[in-house]
């Protein structure tokens, strides 16, 4: 929870209370989802419900709803809630909020969210509707932390909502059907701690929007194992909902299994996505291509070594071992390989399951590789011409069909892989984006470093030509500099991963937008592409701003609550690499006027433009400077807040000097850094409250030198470090609470000295400058909410596998 309200937030409702004193004002951050408290932009399903905070939205008495159905008036003056221009049900509404249903049938995407009362209408706030968005409602509507469920014997009843239409339907505003209940259409599954739970939901007969779900708890499942929730299939998508804790654990808690007589040295380890104490410890790849693993059921006290050969194609990797996302399962191809990449290294596959006996399933063709499928399950990759997916089921085995494989960079982008020839040398892509169903806008030029020459073609899925349009005379795209590690035949495709080319699709108006230059760079511009009988349209930027293109890629930023794309801005046209990469301030397209405007930092402040110095937050697009002394250090954070379109800058608090590397904490609007005075982390961490622009310090606890970041644990709203003890003598975790502020400083096991790792002065039998096989010695799963690491005695000596739960 935070204490404060945000400088931009009371800023934007100063200025709209100013100038509509007796109407409505919904702060623009102000509509976020009941159950998931989701800071804006926040998601909600259709059917789901939300919170609209602002001022003056309802009576002074505040109003409640009768019964059900929902109205969709309440007091007087009648307030009422308009969803993309259609009144919604409405539970309650005071001045400082109003707790909406959004109707069934609202269209998925950005909805304007409107407040009416007395005929008077709000600025429109906006939040994103979905078909299917899964969501668990906590213990004092947090958010997060324990689930607001009622335990009766071995069924937890858990209120659920965003599960997605309903068989039979139900109108917007009303509570389920008596008989026949009204269950999902969508398939339901839920974990407790990572351990399958059968599930049964059903619309409530008395809460409008919410599901009744019953999950039998599992055996073997503890106070503080994360509930998962997901909603879907792989062929509709799969959602998971806001994770939250099975009752409640009091306090820290660590695990430990001692490492058994005669295991070999372990080089790494692989846990399940969902049960952080289930894992495979591997050893280094052998002459024969196996790695010797053992699996570890920590929790159940369970080691053994696994007698098949586990391998992979990749002969540097760390480990074999894939874990299933959002599944308790591990799987690795078995070895000893028979053949390469090309010609599929094993027919057969591995599967592990928490309480369950390994098995091993039959492919009809060698694989090359096996992966993570969607819906917790397994992908194997057929050798052959072309190569062939197969999913296999995680937990029975079966093997499916699943069509061609696509190279890695058309699976990330997923888009198909297009050749295009449209004559007079245009043909290399530089961007793919999709437009419509089974139809892809094509950015097509004559060279992928220096354009001379470009056309953006419409492809069908076939790859066939549907129109092409010329780019304006004078203008080409911008390309961002060449990394220099790029090989000449990659050049292609490394414009498309590393987005060396910007391109934007604006769903709403059905325009392109492609970032571009004249010739001579002498101008940058934003090229918008609409209907095939307009020209397009070039939209200039302000007079002497640029985008910083002095990285290899160029950051772009869709803020939703505004309708604006955000570009790190220049005052110079850059044509090289530069480390750093200075940035100024933002460029700022605003979508529906399309035009664009500038925001300066202030105090003539300067950021680092690389995007490993920058990003956004939920609508904060925020840069660090660069301190000119000490390479990728920092002392100031400069952040743009996208819906008041005002940069802000955050300075560090007295007592620490720089700051390096950001993580994000979207959940809290938050930045996370490790601080340094001498060495890293010898100064605790920063936080940076993006909401209040104020900056506080997680300190170093006594008897620690430094402390470096494991993991950030939104489901529980706490950090986990790992602190290093006076004199190097010891490594032990360090758990803060993000809201509280409190400390907890778990003991290590009897016996461990170092977790993780140890330092190199008692690092055994390695000499001075001998390379060392790829190691993970430490895992962080926050959706498992456990550290897993392999635990060293003072010695040097890996004794143990330990895991922290947090709590």
């Not at 623009?28 to 909600?44: E, K, L």
């Not at 620690?704 to 470090?721: D, E, I, M, P, Q």
Request: hydrophobic share 45%.
């Amino acid at each position: 929870m935070r204490c404060c309200i945000g400088l931009g937030l009371l800023l934007s409702l100063s200025l709209a209370w100013a100038q509509a004193p007796t109407g409505p004002v919904v702060s623009p951050r102000g509509v976020i989802n009941a159950f998931t408290q989701q800071p804006a932009p926040s998601q909600v399903a259709q059917g789901g419900i939300v919170h609209i905070n602002g001022l003056n939205l309802g009576p002074p008495e505040g109003a409640k709803a009768p019964g059900t159905p929902l109205p969709t008036q309440l007091g007087d003056p009648p307030t009422e809630v308009l969803i993309d221009g259609r009144l919604a049900p409405l539970f309650s509404a005071s001045p400082e909020r109003i707790v909406a249903q959004v109707p069934w049938e609202t269209e998925p995407g950005l909805a304007a969210v409107v407040v009416r009362r007395g005929g008077v209408e709000s600025r429109p706030a906006r939040i994103q509707v979905v078909a299917l968005g899964p969501a668990v409602r906590t213990a004092e509507d947090k958010g997060y932390g324990e689930v607001a469920g009622r335990l009766t014997g071995q069924t937890l009843a858990i209120p659920a909502t965003g599960l997605g239409p309903t068989q039979p339907r139900v109108g917007s505003g009303e509570a389920g059907p008596e008989d026949p209940p009204a269950r999902p259409r969508a398939t339901v599954e839920a974990f407790v701690g990572g351990l399958p739970a059968r599930s049964v939901a059903v619309l409530s007969r008395e809460r409008v929007g919410e599901f009744d779900l019953r999950v039998e708890v599992p055996p073997g499942a503890q106070p503080g194992d994360v509930v998962t929730l997901t909603a879907g299939t792989p062929a509709t998508g799969i959602r998971v909902a806001n994770r939250a804790t099975f009752q409640k654990l009091s306090n820290a808690e660590i695990q430990s299994l001692p490492i058994p007589e005669g295991a070999p040295e372990f080089h790494s380890l692989v846990t399940s996505d969902l049960r952080g104490n289930f894992l495979i410890a591997s050893d280094a790849r052998d002459e024969n291509g196996c790695y010797p693993s053992y699996l570890f059921d920590v929790a159940a006290k369970k080691v053994a070594k696994i007698d098949t050969c586990l391998t992979t194609a990749a002969r540097n990797a760390a480990s074999p071992v894939i874990a299933a996302t959002d599944g308790p399962a591990l799987a690795a191809l078995v070895g000893p390989p028979q053949g390469d990449a090309q010609t599929g290294i094993s027919s057969k596959v591995q599967i592990f399951n928490p309480l369950k006996d390994p098995m091993v399933v039959e492919l009809e063709a060698p694989a090359a590789e096996v992966r993570s499928a969607a819906g917790g399950d397994f992908e194997a990759v057929l050798a052959g011409t072309p190569p062939r997916r197969v999913t296999i089921d995680s937990q029975t085995g079966e093997v499916r069909a699943a069509g061609a494989a696509q190279p890695a960079a058309a699976a990330a982008s997923g888009a198909p892989p297009f050749k295009v020839d449209l004559g007079e040398g245009l043909t290399y892509v530089l961007a793919t984006v999709q437009v419509a169903q089974g139809l892809f806008a094509v950015l097509v030029a004559d060279d992928a470093e220096q354009p001379k020459r470009a056309k953006v073609a419409v492809l069908n899925n076939k790859g066939e030509v549907q129109g092409a349009r010329d780019f304006p005379a004078g203008w080409v795209p911008l390309v961002a500099p060449r990394p220099a590690a790029a090989a000449a035949g990659q050049v292609a495709q490394a414009a498309a991963l590393l987005r060396r080319v910007s391109v934007s699709l604006d769903p709403e108006k059905g325009v392109f937008y492609i970032l571009s230059r004249a010739v001579d760079n002498s101008q940058h511009a934003l090229l918008a592409f609409s209907g095939q009988d307009s020209p397009p349209k070039l939209i200039g930027f302000p007079e002497k701003w640029f985008v910083a293109a002095c990285s290899p890629a160029i950051p772009l930023h869709n803020l939703e609550l505004s309708r604006k794309l955000a570009y790190l801005g220049s005052s110079v046209a850059e044509t090289a690499i530069k480390d750093p990469c200075p940035g100024v301030g933002f460029v700022l397209l605003d979508l529906d006027a399309q035009s664009t405007t500038a925001v300066a930092l202030p105090g003539q402040g300067q950021f680092d433009a690389d995007p490993a110095a920058s990003g956004e937050v939920n609508d904060y697009v925020y840069g660090s400077n660069t301190d000119p002394e000490r390479r990728n250090t920092a002392d100031t954070l400069f952040v743009l807040d996208g819906v008041t379109l005002s940069a802000f800058r955050m300075d560090l608090p007295a007592g620490i000097t720089t700051f390096l590397g950001l993580t994000p904490a979207p959940a809290m609007n938050a930045l996370i850094a490790p601080t340094m005075n001498r060495a890293v982390g010898d100064a605790g961490f920063v936080f940076f409250d993006l909401d209040s622009a104020e900056a506080r310090v997680l300190p170093v606890p006594e008897g620690f030198v430094v402390v470096n970041l494991v993991g950030v644990y939104s489901t529980t709203r706490k950090l986990v470090a790992r602190g290093t003890k006076a004199g190097q003598s010891g490594f032990q975790y360090l758990i803060y609470d993000l809201v509280s502020g409190d400390l907890l400083m778990p003991p290590n096991p009897e016996g461990v000295a170092f977790l993780g790792g140890v330092p190199a002065r008692v690092q055994p039998g390695t000499a001075p400058g001998q390379p060392q096989a790829p190691s993970i010695l430490q895992r962080a799963n926050p959706k498992a909410n456990t550290v897993t690491a392999f635990g060293y005695n003072a010695g040097g000596k890996q004794v143990a596998v330990v895991v922290l739960r947090v709590p």
